[in-house]
């Protein structure tokens, strides 16, 4: 049975800071994390992705340079690490994780079978 789980989401005024992990069980290790994020009325948009296995990396162009994707793999966690938040960041984030190709989904939601119930970051200016 595959259950995935974030956690780390909360309220931070503009400029700090936030870590979200993802914790992933399945059939084999996770290939891929995957972060994505929806606010309210807006469709949901690709953050961030890190290959598990050679720790490659793809960024959103809005959280370019602010944002951090990294992984444990021994503990089959994700990490989105959020930094100078605006405003405008402010969502519900998603896990999404992959347990077969290395991101092939990313950065098409629809594609990754395997999510979060998200958690949510407020952010106050």
């Known amino acids: 049975q595959v259950q995935v789980a974030e956690s780390g989401g909360g309220s931070v005024q503009a400029g700090g800071s936030l870590r979200l992990s993802c914790v992933a069980s399945g059939p084999t290790s996770p290939k891929c994390f995957a972060w994505f994020r929806q606010a309210p009325g807006e469709e949901r948009e690709g953050v961030a992705a890190?290959?598990?296995?050679?720790?490659?990396?793809w960024y959103g162009d809005s959280v370019k340079g602010r944002f951090t994707v990294s992984r444990d793999s021994a503990k089959n966690t994700g990490y989105l690490q959020l930094n100078l938040l605006k405003p405008e960041d402010a969502s519900v984030y998603f896990c999404?994780?992959?347990?077969?190709?290395?991101?092939?989904?990313?950065?098409?939601?629809?594609?990754?079978?395997?999510w979060g119930q998200g958690t949510q970051v407020t952010v106050s200016s």
């Open positions: 890190i290959d598990t296995s050679g720790g490659v990396t």
């Open positions: 999404a994780v992959d347990f077969r190709t290395p991101c092939d989904a990313w950065p098409i939601d629809l594609l990754f079978d395997h």
